[in-house]
């Protein structure tokens, strides 16, 4: 069983950054893809970033390319989401999870472990 807490959410202004992280207990995440997503109210959770366990792969939603940046440390058990130039269409509650051990995908449905979320709302 994996462990997953989210922290760094906040309230911050259009064009501002945050810095969120997710650590892990329970099990160390050098095996373990990571990904981060979002839901909006009275919206679907969506797919936000992803990282391949040894770090040397990510992906990421059209929505936030070239704004957010996934990164991790292993020797942290962490893994981050740097966000910024933020927009009003980025306020969400911001969730890690993981598919499991040596799994890579952007699909929601196959994420097996979710941490309780951090939100993060950016004011216009």
């Known amino acids: 069983q994996v462990q997953l807490v989210e922290s760094g959410g906040g309230l911050v202004q259009a064009g501002g950054s945050l810095r969120l992280s997710c650590t892990a207990s329970g099990r160390t995440l050098s095996s373990y893809s990571m990904g981060w997503f979002r839901q909006a109210p009275g919206k679907e959770r969506e797919f936000v970033a992803v990282?391949?366990?040894?770090?040397?792969?990510?992906d990421y939603a059209d929505s936030v390319k070239g704004r957010f940046t996934i990164s991790r440390d292993n020797a942290k058990n962490t893994v981050y989401l740097q966000m910024n130039s933020l927009k009003p269409e980025d306020t969400a509650v911001y969730y890690c999870?993981?598919?499991?051990?040596?799994?890579?995908?952007?699909?929601?449905?196959?994420?097996?472990?979710w941490g309780q979320g951090t939100q993060v709302t950016v004011s216009s």
């Open positions: 990282i391949r366990w040894s770090g040397d792969r990510t």
């Open positions: 999870a993981t598919p499991g051990v040596y799994a890579y995908t952007v699909s929601v449905d196959r994420y097996k472990y």
